[in-house]
């Protein structure tokens, strides 16, 4: 699905990568659901991404941060067959699979773990003071106040 971005063109300024993501993010994620994760926020600053990869160790996995992309990938040995085991039924998915994350200015990784069966990554947004909304004062000049009686007729 593609949206036309245009018509927001003629009302901003400096947002041209913003729509390229949009984009990016609609064109890529069509269709794909494995595995499946969820992405929480606990309060202002904090986020949690929850991968489901069952049947996944800890080197299977591949957490990396690149120019605001945050890829988490997995690819599983083939322990099972080279221990001569025969798999009658496969209902857990063992397929390779790689999820990508646009992360936005200033969220960084904090740590990775796994938890049965599922890879938590925390993430947090530190926004630099200079970032940071702050009041600016408006300097007026001050107005001169004259007291005085009004003269009885």
Do not use: C
Request: aromatic share 8%; glycine share 6%; hydrophobic share 35%.
């Amino acid at each position: 699905m593609r949206f036309d971005f245009t018509p927001l063109f003629r009302s901003t300024v400096g947002f041209d990568r913003l729509f390229d993501m949009l984009d990016q993010v609609s064109q890529y994620d069509a269709g794909q659901s494995y595995p499946p994760y969820n992405i929480e926020r606990s309060d202002e600053t904090h986020y949690r991404i929850t991968i489901a990869v069952a049947g996944f160790a800890e080197k299977d996995l591949n957490v990396e941060v690149h120019d605001g992309v945050l890829t988490i990938s997995g690819k599983r040995e083939d322990s099972d067959k080279s221990e001569g085991r025969n798999v009658l039924y496969q209902g857990i998915a063992g397929r390779a699979f790689e999820r990508r994350f646009q992360l936005a200015e200033h969220v960084e990784v904090k740590n990775a773990r796994l938890e049965n069966g599922l890879l938590h990554v925390d993430l947090e947004q530190i926004v630099p003071e200079e970032k940071k909304p702050r009041r600016i004062s408006i300097n007026a000049p001050e107005l001169k106040t004259i007291e005085g009686k009004a003269k009885a007729a």
